[in-house]
């Protein structure tokens, strides 16, 4: 019997409207994620004021809880970042990043609220099949079979590295990654979810074609962090199911980097390249990016420089030769020297403190029994925490909506038992 944190539905005529108003648009988000940079805030907007206003309709029942510590954090964590942008030289443009940061609040509330097991599993089913199909999208640009034409399906991709309908390949693929991690916690663990033939077959297709697409996307950052991520989580569910999992990962990539000269050359740069390349390439750029972000922490430590301050920052030193000129120069590509660079020790301790916490309550709800959600959990947080390492993605708006929907979806699911 497939389980989720029990609730009791209260006013069926009151509550029973709400959920399937909530359900059809959390549906529509999910797919917006993949699909409509529009969709994201009509969507993830008009569910939030949805699950706030459900809160205030008689006979509402409470869901799943949050841990205090989260609810703590999170608010620390937003605050640090509103105040960083306030006293941002360029403060107008900061503040409106901001508002990215609802998907945080969309995630929580829909962790909390008392949808049915049956359209929770719509509405993650709904999620993956968007995955597999935004995967699908980028292979097909792989292998040139999809052409720039101006439309949906058909974006053009730069440096001929796959980018699905994103606008990036490093979002394709972190963004799959998150599909991809979760679809693995479904197979292994979620058994009693996705129990039929069919629902198996369909986690086995779409997390294939996720995976490929992750494969071909180019992405280094985004496969060191998936691979130690799916086997660190499944090591400490099942032995034998995270060494299934790490030959399935390697027979996939020997097969890639056999028929493709390019992403054998990918592949092999994520060690040659710290000794080989300048900044003209991606990791030397990097390296002078890191090297920037830490003159703007010695320049003000413990608050940073702001939240709107990196690039003109970044212009400013190489104008004045502190740092070679690169190309890129919008953010660090690692969130870390990103926080560090913007909103010094005290913005970094705060946001380590934050995935800290999501870490141990993902670990709290594994050992209540909650296995599903707490591994999803930590599933998600290790992936943006490895992720971060060599990429800013976590600050992105796609990401965030994904992180969030993720661990709001499936994190309350529970394994019968």
Same mark, same amino acid.
């Not at 916690?185 to 058994?191: A, E, N, P, R, S």
């Not at 369909?202 to 294939?208: D, R, T, Y």
């Not at 670990?363 to 947080?381: A, L, W």
């Given at each position: ?22 359900? #059809? ?13 529009? /969709?994201? !805030? ?7 004021? @949805?699950?706030? =206003? ?20 999170? *608010? ?12 941002? #030289? ?8 901001? /508002?990215?940061?609802?998907? =945080? ?18 509405? *993650? #089913? ?9 995967? +699908? ?36 693929? $972190?963004? %799959?990654? %998150? ?45 060191? @962090? ?7 989580? &499944? ?6 199911? $995270? ?26 740069? *994520? ?17 002078? &990016? ?13 608050? /940073?420089?702001? !939240? ?10 190489? $104008? ?9 120069? /919008? ?27 999501? +870490? ?58």
């Amino acid at each position: 019997m497939e389980n989720v944190h029990e609730n009791v539905i209260g006013k069926r005529d009151t509550n029973g409207t709400f959920e399937k108003i909530l359900t #059809i648009l959390t549906a529509l988000f999910a797919v917006s994620i993949f699909f409509s940079k529009s /969709g994201l !805030s009509v969507f993830g907007i008009a569910a939030i004021l @949805a699950m706030i =206003l459900w809160r205030f309709i008689p006979g509402y029942t409470k869901g799943a809880a949050i841990p205090n510590a989260v609810i703590i954090l999170t *608010i620390l964590l937003l605050a640090n970042i509103f105040v960083s942008s306030f006293f941002s #030289i360029n403060s107008k443009w900061a503040l409106s990043e901001f /508002g990215k940061y609802r998907h =945080l609040l969309f995630g929580g509330l829909l962790y909390a609220a008392p949808l049915s097991r049956k359209n929770r599993k719509g509405c *993650i #089913i709904i999620f993956l099949i968007s995955a597999a199909f935004d995967g +699908l999208t980028g292979i097909l640009q792989f292998f040139n079979l999809l052409y720039d034409s101006g439309t949906l399906w058909t974006r053009t991709y730069s440096a001929m590295r796959p980018l699905g309908n994103s606008s990036d390949p490093i979002l394709y693929a $972190a963004n %799959l990654a %998150l599909a991809f991690g979760a679809s693995l916690v479904l197979f292994f663990i979620g058994k009693d979810i996705f129990k039929t033939q069919k629902e198996r077959l369909l986690l086995c297709l779409s997390a294939s074609v996720i995976l490929m697409g992750i494969l071909v996307s180019g992405s280094r950052g985004v496969w060191v @962090a998936l691979f130690p991520a799916c086997v660190i989580t &499944l090591y400490f569910y099942n032995r034998r199911s $995270a060494l299934l999992l790490l030959s399935v990962f390697i027979v996939l990539a020997a097969i890639t980097f056999t028929f493709s000269n390019t992403m054998k050359e990918r592949a092999s740069t *994520i060690v040659t390249s710290l000794y080989t390349e300048n900044e003209t390439g991606s990791t030397g750029n990097r390296v002078e &990016l890191w090297k920037g972000a830490l003159l703007m922490f010695k320049q003000s430590p413990f608050t /940073g420089i702001g !939240s709107g301050d990196f690039e003109v920052t970044i212009k400013k030193y190489i $104008a004045e030769k502190k740092i070679r000129n690169i190309e890129a120069k /919008g953010h660090a590509h690692s969130i870390y020297f990103q926080i560090v660079a913007t909103r010094g020790l005290i913005g970094i301790s705060i946001f380590i403190a934050f995935l800290v916490s999501l +870490l141990l309550w993902g670990s709290r709800e594994i050992k209540n029994g909650n296995q599903i959600g707490g591994y999803t959990i930590v599933m998600s947080t290790l992936l943006a925490l490895l992720g971060g390492l060599t990429e800013n993605h976590i600050e992105v708006h796609r990401y965030l909506a994904a992180f969030g929907f993720t661990i709001g979806l499936i994190g309350p699911y529970q394994r019968a038992g």
